[in-house]
């Protein structure tokens, strides 16, 4: 069963609006965490948020917010303003704790392109 | 936030000969490191975590024979792929966790893009 799923592969998105990517989650480990990287065309990941399972408040930074619902599991990023440098392929992956690996499961991807 | 450089950024190689590829850690000492592929338009797939000091843990259908990985030090992580073939042509990137808690993002390199021709 996926464990993280991105339900949109594409999403346009006018420059200087909102855009929400969607992102739910599967997992049966009280602690874990939620994470959005974003990929340029140039290929390196580059982290935007941080959402952990016990933290009370939403996460933000800057122009990014984590709309996180835990009880639909789900952590949707907000990207308010958008910037045409915002275009890129935005990664929802979880890392759960219990197992000790520490490793990251990713989803699908949403592919974003801000329109001028 | 703590670097992690990955080299080669691309590399062109005949079909059956090996290639490494390095990753480093270059500000802080990485305990673990994950190796991911990526295809073309698709998510990145972990083929394997790799700790200092020990074996890798591979996931299931990679194969560790062809995929081989060494993690020396604290700081450099390596992978070689052998006997490369096309369908190994592939965007690889490795990823370095900081060791100071539970709380903390893992760090990518740059990625580097395998051609096998």
């Known amino acids: 069963a996926q464990k993280i799923t991105q339900t949109q592969p594409g999403m346009f998105v006018q420059e200087k609006e909102a855009v929400t990517l969607d992102c739910t989650y599967d997992?049966?480990?009280?602690?874990?965490?939620l994470f959005w990287y974003k990929q340029p065309s140039s290929g390196e990941m580059i982290f935007l948020i941080y959402?952990?399972?016990?933290d009370q408040q939403n996460a933000t930074e800057g122009r990014y917010s984590l709309n996180f619902q835990k009880a639909r599991k789900s952590a949707n990023l907000v990207i308010s303003a958008s910037q045409l440098g915002d275009s890129a392929m935005y990664f929802c992956?979880?890392?759960?704790w219990g197992s000790g690996t520490y490793k990251y499961i990713f989803g699908t991807g949403t592919r974003l392109k801000v329109l001028a | 936030g703590a670097v992690v450089s990955q080299h080669p950024s691309w590399v062109i190689c005949k079909s059956g000969t090996s290639v490494k590829i390095e990753c480093r850690s270059l500000?802080?000492?990485?305990?673990?490191m994950f190796w991911y592929r990526q295809f073309p338009k698709q998510s990145l797939m972990l083929m394997a975590t790799?700790?200092?000091?020990?074996?890798?843990?591979?996931e299931q259908g990679v194969e560790k024979d062809k995929f081989l990985i060494n993690h020396a030090s604290l700081t450099l992580s390596t992978l070689t792929v052998t006997s490369a073939h096309p369908e190994d042509s592939s965007f690889y990137i490795c990823?370095?966790?900081?060791?100071?808690?539970?709380?903390?993002?893992?760090?990518f390199g740059q990625g580097t893009r395998l051609t096998v021709v």
């Open positions: 990823s370095a966790r900081v060791n100071t808690g539970e709380n903390t993002e893992a760090f």
């Open positions: 500000d802080f000492q990485a305990t673990t």
């Open positions: 790799s700790n200092e000091g020990s074996k890798a843990t591979y």
């Open positions: 997992t049966s480990d009280p602690s874990y965490g």
């Open positions: 959402q952990g399972s016990y």
């Open positions: 992956a979880m890392r759960e």
